[in-house]
């Protein structure tokens, strides 16, 4: 059985309403970005970051997965389907996907800030108080800036056994997910799917780009790989 491997990031998850919330100005629902994503800014103000993380669990049960998520799970029918995502939400696994991996955490985790192997499952706001056993802080399971992101090592080991390489909805602009796309086979197939493509045939070779959102090119590109591998 094929290998896929799909890159994800917030493309498309805003899709289904997710905010980015890192708008032109890099600001993050107006908040410099090392205020709610740095372990510098939560020892600064907890209450701010827990506050901010609240809002993006509180949104994400408002939001559902969209045909995008849903198309790349019909792909576990005939390939063994890898999803390595830079987004924190659970649509993929609601979408039906089976093999998940968060580079930079998750949304509906949290741990300990005393011990960052102490994690457990969370799907209501965490506030001042809330503890792990031997009485530290819990803290969003989120990978921050100047943190290293645990599950790189495994990323790239599931990255170099692909047989087809699909992206969809990121910049490649955030390392070192970005540097995934090094570590495909030389004659692995690449399929870059964004509206504003960041990469060029030029400097992959086997690329081809589908200039187009997540919930139009994904479901098209899922009917072709099945109808050409079924």
Same mark, same amino acid.
């Given at each position: 059985?094929?290998?896929v491997?799909?890159?994800t990031?917030?493309?498309?998850?805003a899709?289904?309403?997710?905010?980015?919330?890192r708008?032109?100005?890099g600001?993050?629902?107006g908040h410099?970005?090392?205020?709610?994503?740095?372990?510098e800014?939560?020892?600064? #103000?907890?209450a701010l970051?827990?506050?901010?993380?609240?809002?993006?669990?509180?949104?994400?049960?408002?939001? @559902?997965?969209?045909?995008?998520?849903?198309?790349?799970?019909?792909?576990?029918? @005939?390939?063994?389907v890898?999803?390595?995502?830079?987004n924190? +939400?659970?649509?993929?696994?609601?979408?039906?996907?089976s093999?998940i991996?968060?580079?930079?955490?998750?949304?509906?985790?949290?741990?300990s800030?005393?011990?960052?192997?102490?994690i457990?499952?969370?799907?209501? +706001?965490l506030?001042?108080?809330d503890i792990?056993?031997?009485?530290?802080q819990?803290?969003?399971? @989120?990978?921050?800036?100047?943190?290293?992101?645990?599950?790189?090592?495994?990323a790239i080991?599931?990255?170099?056994?692909? +047989?087809?390489? @699909?992206i969809?909805?990121?910049?490649?602009?955030v390392?070192?997910?970005?540097?995934?796309?090094?570590?495909?086979?030389p004659?692995?197939?690449?399929?870059?799917?964004d509206?504003?493509?960041?990469?060029s045939p030029?400097?992959y070779k086997?690329l081809?780009?589908i200039?187009?959102?997540?919930?139009?090119?994904v479901?098209?590109?899922? #009917?072709?790989?099945?109808?050409?591998?079924?």
């Amino acid at each position: 059985m094929k290998k896929v491997v799909v890159l994800t990031g917030a493309g498309i998850s805003a899709e289904s309403g997710i905010k980015t919330f890192r708008d032109a100005n890099g600001l993050w629902e107006g908040h410099d970005v090392m205020e709610v994503a740095s372990p510098e800014g939560f020892i600064k #103000n907890p209450a701010l970051v827990l506050d901010f993380y609240n809002q993006r669990r509180r949104q994400l049960f408002r939001v @559902i997965p969209n045909v995008a998520h849903q198309a790349l799970a019909q792909l576990e029918d @005939i390939f063994d389907v890898h999803i390595i995502t830079q987004n924190v +939400d659970d649509l993929h696994e609601r979408g039906g996907s089976s093999k998940i991996l968060h580079l930079h955490g998750e949304l509906l985790k949290v741990k300990s800030s005393g011990n960052t192997n102490d994690i457990k499952l969370w799907k209501h +706001d965490l506030n001042i108080g809330d503890i792990c056993s031997n009485g530290h802080q819990l803290r969003p399971h @989120i990978v921050w800036f100047g943190e290293e992101v645990p599950l790189l090592e495994k990323a790239i080991h599931i990255t170099e056994q692909s +047989d087809i390489l @699909i992206i969809i909805g990121t910049s490649m602009q955030v390392y070192p997910a970005a540097s995934l796309i090094d570590f495909v086979p030389p004659k692995t197939p690449i399929y870059f799917i964004d509206p504003k493509p960041t990469v060029s045939p030029r400097n992959y070779k086997n690329l081809t780009i589908i200039k187009k959102t997540a919930v139009n090119g994904v479901p098209e590109l899922v #009917n072709t790989l099945i109808n050409k591998n079924a």
